[in-house]
């Protein structure tokens, strides 16, 4: 059967996990009629699934200053900064079964302006936390019509950031959508209270994909090329170099998986962007003038 990871071997998750794993998973199941990917991958480390699954009961289900469908917008928002198609269905799904309104996921455009107003503290804290300051907090908080609570923003923070986080290991492992994944179609994990559970750019953006693969491409020749080398002083046959290159070329994090440049999924997630060129940015960067930084001794 297809794997949930494009790295990992379903044999492997399915052997790996032991038999707390599989005790999480059949509870995920029973309880929601489906597991996710995520979990069947992080099911290979029983103990954090565990923390997980309580981590995300709490921020999305438990009492809160936000309610439920816009604790699943943000999330959205979170995940679009890092193109992360996976996520992003998974929300929106999550967004209409919980009741938001259809017509916010048409784009951000269509959000209410104090949704709209977490743009700028989202893209910051995705890709260059160092340039936040208290001013884009007390904008936040400035007495208005649209304006957060403390409460709310704290939640609102707490959320994006956990999505900026959570996007990366979607990438990392290369947990693959679903077939059957589709908006309004997804899982959640048993109440952590029930018996039967336990209690950059860092991807390739639109207008950079097509120079990334070439950037990739590249590299690859290159690395054939020096395989070649080892193998004439090794004494490899070529049948083996063959296959350790394809192998490498297969596992390598630097070749994108097909959904981060799916021109169909990018549009999809670009409507939850905006000033989608804003990226990382080194702030150690010799010659210029460095930003200020938060520093912690």
Not at 79 to 92: E, I, N, Q, T
Not at 236 to 254: D, G, H, I, P, Y
Request: hydrophobic share 35%; glycine share 8%.
């Amino acid at each position: 059967a297809e794997g949930p990871s494009t790295f990992i071997p379903l044999g492997e998750i399915l052997q790996e996990g032991g038999e707390s794993s599989l005790h999480q998973l059949l509870g995920a199941f029973v309880s929601a009629g489906r597991v996710d990917h995520v979990a069947m991958v992080m099911g290979l480390h029983p103990q954090y699934l565990s923390s997980f699954w309580k981590t995300q009961y709490l921020l999305l289900r438990m009492d809160g200053p936000l309610p439920y469908h816009k604790r699943h917008y943000i999330a959205i928002m979170a995940a679009a900064r890092h193109r992360c198609s996976y996520l992003v269905r998974l929300h929106m799904g999550e967004f209409l079964q919980v009741g938001g309104n259809p017509a916010w996921l048409q784009g951000l455009h269509c959000a209410p302006q104090k949704l709209r107003n977490l743009n700028e503290i989202n893209k910051l804290l995705a890709h260059r936390p160092w340039l936040i300051t208290k001013e884009h907090i007390e904008a936040l908080l400035k007495p208005g019509e649209d304006s957060w609570s403390l409460a709310e923003l704290v939640q609102a923070l707490v959320l994006l950031t956990h999505y900026h986080s959570l996007a990366s290991f979607v990438f990392g492992c290369g947990i693959k959508p679903k077939e059957d994944q589709d908006v309004g179609n997804s899982c959640w994990p048993p109440s952590p209270h029930s018996d039967s559970s336990p209690a950059s750019d860092d991807s390739v953006g639109d207008s950079g994909g097509t120079d990334a693969m070439q950037e990739v491409e590249m590299l690859m020749e290159r690395m054939k090329l020096l395989q070649e080398n080892q193998r004439e002083e090794e004494g490899v046959t070529q049948e083996e170099m063959a296959t350790r290159f394809e192998l490498e070329k297969t596992e390598s994090l630097l070749v994108p998986s097909s959904d981060v440049l799916d021109p169909s999924l990018q549009s999809n997630i670009r409507c939850f962007l905006e000033d989608p060129e804003f990226g990382y940015k080194d702030f150690t960067r010799r010659g210029e003038q460095a930003p200020p930084t938060f520093r912690a001794q």
